[in-house]
Protein backbone atom coordinates (compact mmCIF):
# COMPACT_ATOMS: atom_id res chain seq x y z
CA UNK A 1 0.00 0.00 0.00
CA UNK A 2 0.95 3.62 0.15
CA UNK A 3 3.22 4.97 2.27
CA UNK A 4 3.58 8.75 3.12
CA UNK A 5 6.55 10.07 4.48
CA UNK A 6 6.08 13.96 5.86
CA UNK A 7 9.38 16.67 6.85
CA UNK A 8 9.71 18.34 9.08
CA UNK A 9 7.64 17.56 11.87
CA UNK A 10 8.17 20.99 13.26
CA UNK A 11 8.55 24.13 11.79
CA UNK A 12 8.69 27.60 13.40
CA UNK A 13 9.25 30.83 11.32
CA UNK A 14 8.91 34.06 11.90
CA UNK A 15 6.12 36.34 10.62
CA UNK A 16 6.43 37.28 7.05
CA UNK A 17 8.51 34.68 6.20
CA UNK A 18 7.72 31.96 3.55
CA UNK A 19 7.18 27.87 5.08
CA UNK A 20 7.39 24.54 2.95
CA UNK A 21 6.77 21.23 3.67
CA UNK A 22 7.79 18.17 1.95
CA UNK A 23 6.22 14.79 1.60
CA UNK A 24 7.11 12.37 -0.51
CA UNK A 25 4.85 8.94 -1.77
CA UNK A 26 5.83 5.57 -2.60
CA UNK A 27 3.07 4.50 -5.01
CA UNK A 28 3.39 5.35 -8.50
CA UNK A 29 -0.50 4.75 -9.09
CA UNK A 30 -1.36 8.03 -6.42
CA UNK A 31 -2.72 10.54 -8.51
CA UNK A 32 -4.54 12.82 -5.71
CA UNK A 33 -2.57 15.08 -3.52
CA UNK A 34 -4.42 16.95 -0.44
CA UNK A 35 -3.41 19.32 2.44
CA UNK A 36 -5.14 19.52 5.20
CA UNK A 37 -4.81 22.24 8.00
CA UNK A 38 -5.51 21.00 11.55
CA UNK A 39 -6.27 23.59 14.48
CA UNK A 40 -5.98 22.46 18.07
CA UNK A 41 -9.49 20.94 18.81
CA UNK A 42 -10.82 20.38 15.47
CA UNK A 43 -10.79 18.39 12.49
CA UNK A 44 -8.66 18.47 9.26
CA UNK A 45 -9.29 21.08 6.84
CA UNK A 46 -8.54 20.98 3.43
CA UNK A 47 -7.03 23.89 2.22
CA UNK A 48 -5.48 22.84 -1.75
CA UNK A 49 -5.05 19.75 -3.52
CA UNK A 50 -3.20 18.74 -6.83
CA UNK A 51 -4.06 16.34 -8.92
CA UNK A 52 -0.85 14.06 -11.24
CA UNK A 53 -1.92 15.96 -14.11
CA UNK A 54 -0.46 19.23 -12.99
CA UNK A 55 2.91 20.33 -11.97
CA UNK A 56 1.95 23.52 -9.27
CA UNK A 57 -1.12 24.95 -8.27
CA UNK A 58 -1.44 28.11 -6.16
CA UNK A 59 -4.41 29.83 -4.13
CA UNK A 60 -3.70 33.28 -2.87
CA UNK A 61 -0.82 32.48 -0.18
CA UNK A 62 -0.71 28.83 -0.95
CA UNK A 63 1.29 26.83 -3.62
CA UNK A 64 1.44 23.22 -3.87
CA UNK A 65 4.17 21.50 -6.34
CA UNK A 66 4.44 18.09 -7.41
CA UNK A 67 6.96 15.88 -9.39
CA UNK A 68 5.90 12.58 -10.32
CA UNK A 69 9.27 11.55 -11.29
CA UNK A 70 10.43 12.18 -7.69
CA UNK A 71 7.49 11.32 -6.34
CA UNK A 72 7.22 14.15 -3.99
CA UNK A 73 5.17 17.31 -3.46
CA UNK A 74 5.68 20.41 -1.47
CA UNK A 75 3.26 23.11 0.16
CA UNK A 76 4.58 26.54 0.11
CA UNK A 77 2.90 29.30 2.48
CA UNK A 78 4.56 32.61 2.10
CA UNK A 79 4.31 35.98 3.84
CA UNK A 80 3.14 33.50 6.62
CA UNK A 81 0.80 35.04 10.05
CA UNK A 82 -0.05 33.87 13.03
CA UNK A 83 -3.84 32.10 12.04
CA UNK A 84 -1.27 29.95 9.80
CA UNK A 85 0.04 28.73 12.88
CA UNK A 86 -1.48 24.49 13.18
CA UNK A 87 -0.62 21.28 12.09
CA UNK A 88 -0.31 20.29 8.19
CA UNK A 89 -1.22 17.15 6.77
CA UNK A 90 -0.05 15.80 3.30
CA UNK A 91 -1.88 13.14 1.94
CA UNK A 92 -1.76 10.84 -1.18
CA UNK A 93 -4.54 8.32 -2.82
CA UNK A 94 -5.00 6.78 -5.79
CA UNK A 95 -8.64 5.76 -7.82
CA UNK A 96 -8.61 2.99 -5.13
CA UNK A 97 -9.89 5.40 -2.60
CA UNK A 98 -6.62 4.00 -0.64
CA UNK A 99 -5.85 7.89 1.04
CA UNK A 100 -2.88 7.75 3.33
CA UNK A 101 -1.91 10.69 5.53
CA UNK A 102 1.65 12.00 6.63
CA UNK A 103 2.63 11.97 10.35
CA UNK A 104 2.01 15.88 9.65
CA UNK A 105 4.03 18.96 10.53
CA UNK A 106 3.62 21.73 13.03
CA UNK A 107 4.09 24.83 12.28
CA UNK A 108 4.66 28.04 14.40
CA UNK A 109 4.42 31.44 13.38
CA UNK A 110 6.41 33.74 15.51
CA UNK A 111 4.60 37.38 15.78
CA UNK B 1 -24.82 23.84 4.12
CA UNK B 2 -24.41 21.47 7.03
CA UNK B 3 -21.05 19.83 7.29
CA UNK B 4 -19.79 16.88 8.58
CA UNK B 5 -21.64 16.05 11.73
CA UNK B 6 -20.22 13.92 14.27
CA UNK B 7 -21.39 12.82 17.79
CA UNK B 8 -20.45 12.66 20.82
CA UNK B 9 -17.95 15.36 20.63
CA UNK B 10 -16.64 14.06 24.16
CA UNK B 11 -17.34 10.04 24.93
CA UNK B 12 -15.77 8.80 28.31
CA UNK B 13 -16.21 4.99 28.78
CA UNK B 14 -15.11 2.43 31.50
CA UNK B 15 -12.47 -0.64 30.24
CA UNK B 16 -15.14 -3.46 28.82
CA UNK B 17 -17.85 -1.14 27.90
CA UNK B 18 -19.23 -0.38 24.42
CA UNK B 19 -18.73 2.79 22.52
CA UNK B 20 -20.55 4.01 19.50
CA UNK B 21 -19.34 7.02 17.58
CA UNK B 22 -21.98 8.75 14.96
CA UNK B 23 -20.80 10.40 11.72
CA UNK B 24 -23.50 12.35 9.80
CA UNK B 25 -21.95 12.93 5.76
CA UNK B 26 -21.85 16.11 4.36
CA UNK B 27 -25.60 16.29 1.97
CA UNK B 28 -25.36 14.69 -1.02
CA UNK B 29 -21.79 12.35 0.26
CA UNK B 30 -22.72 8.81 0.05
CA UNK B 31 -18.39 7.75 0.78
CA UNK B 32 -17.55 7.47 4.73
CA UNK B 33 -14.16 7.24 5.96
CA UNK B 34 -13.37 6.80 9.49
CA UNK B 35 -9.55 7.75 10.80
CA UNK B 36 -8.18 7.24 14.53
CA UNK B 37 -5.75 9.94 15.83
CA UNK B 38 -3.40 9.79 18.71
CA UNK B 39 -1.89 12.45 20.15
CA UNK B 40 0.74 14.52 18.03
CA UNK B 41 0.73 11.46 15.15
CA UNK B 42 -1.34 11.38 12.26
CA UNK B 43 -4.33 10.14 10.84
CA UNK B 44 -4.49 6.43 10.23
CA UNK B 45 -7.10 4.69 7.97
CA UNK B 46 -9.60 2.90 9.57
CA UNK B 47 -12.52 2.05 7.25
CA UNK B 48 -14.54 3.30 4.20
CA UNK B 49 -17.55 2.93 3.28
CA UNK B 50 -20.75 3.73 0.82
CA UNK B 51 -24.43 3.25 1.79
CA UNK B 52 -24.98 -0.38 2.84
CA UNK B 53 -21.75 -1.68 1.77
CA UNK B 54 -17.91 -1.47 3.54
CA UNK B 55 -15.13 -1.14 0.63
CA UNK B 56 -12.23 -1.42 2.40
CA UNK B 57 -11.55 -1.87 6.22
CA UNK B 58 -8.01 -2.86 5.94
CA UNK B 59 -7.22 -0.22 8.74
CA UNK B 60 -9.58 -2.14 10.92
CA UNK B 61 -8.60 -4.11 14.02
CA UNK B 62 -9.64 -7.53 13.34
CA UNK B 63 -11.45 -7.94 17.08
CA UNK B 64 -13.56 -5.55 18.96
CA UNK B 65 -14.79 -2.91 15.67
CA UNK B 66 -16.89 -2.50 13.16
CA UNK B 67 -18.28 0.47 10.90
CA UNK B 68 -21.49 0.52 9.40
CA UNK B 69 -23.80 3.14 6.86
CA UNK B 70 -27.54 1.94 6.85
CA UNK B 71 -29.53 2.80 4.02
CA UNK B 72 -31.27 5.40 6.37
CA UNK B 73 -29.28 7.58 9.20
CA UNK B 74 -25.66 7.70 10.09
CA UNK B 75 -22.48 6.00 9.80
CA UNK B 76 -21.69 3.82 13.06
CA UNK B 77 -18.31 2.80 14.32
CA UNK B 78 -19.05 0.66 17.05
CA UNK B 79 -15.87 -0.09 19.44
CA UNK B 80 -17.10 -3.47 21.77
CA UNK B 81 -15.24 -4.32 25.05
CA UNK B 82 -13.16 -1.20 25.20
CA UNK B 83 -9.91 -1.00 26.68
CA UNK B 84 -7.28 2.06 27.52
CA UNK B 85 -5.31 2.13 23.97
CA UNK B 86 -8.55 2.81 22.02
CA UNK B 87 -7.93 5.88 24.15
CA UNK B 88 -8.18 8.65 20.62
CA UNK B 89 -9.48 10.94 18.53
CA UNK B 90 -11.65 9.07 15.62
CA UNK B 91 -12.66 11.35 12.73
CA UNK B 92 -15.04 11.19 10.26
CA UNK B 93 -14.71 11.96 6.72
CA UNK B 94 -17.24 12.30 3.40
CA UNK B 95 -16.77 12.52 -0.28
CA UNK B 96 -19.67 12.84 -3.10
CA UNK B 97 -17.73 10.16 -4.87
CA UNK B 98 -14.77 7.80 -4.12
CA UNK B 99 -11.33 8.33 -6.26
CA UNK B 100 -9.74 11.87 -6.98
CA UNK B 101 -12.74 13.41 -4.70
CA UNK B 102 -11.57 15.81 -1.89
CA UNK B 103 -13.01 14.52 1.76
CA UNK B 104 -14.02 16.93 4.14
CA UNK B 105 -13.89 15.86 7.88
CA UNK B 106 -15.93 16.32 10.98
CA UNK B 107 -14.24 17.19 14.15
CA UNK B 108 -14.12 14.32 15.82
CA UNK B 109 -15.03 12.55 18.87
CA UNK B 110 -12.59 12.67 21.64
CA UNK B 111 -12.94 8.52 23.18
CA UNK B 112 -11.26 8.05 26.68
CA UNK B 113 -11.16 5.16 28.39
CA UNK B 114 -11.19 5.39 32.65
Known amino acids: GENVEQHPSTLSVQEGDSAVIKCTYSDSASNYFPWYKQELGKGPQLIIDIRSNVGEKKDQRIAVTLNKTAKHFSLHITETQPEDSAVYFCAASSNNNDMRFGAGTRLTVKP | NAGVMQNPRHLVRRRGQEARLRCSPM?????VYWYRQLPEEGLKFMVYLQKENIIDESGMPKERFSAEFPKEGPSILRIQQVVRGDSAAYFCASSPSGGRQPQHFGDGTRLSIL
Open chain 2, 27 to 31: KGHSH
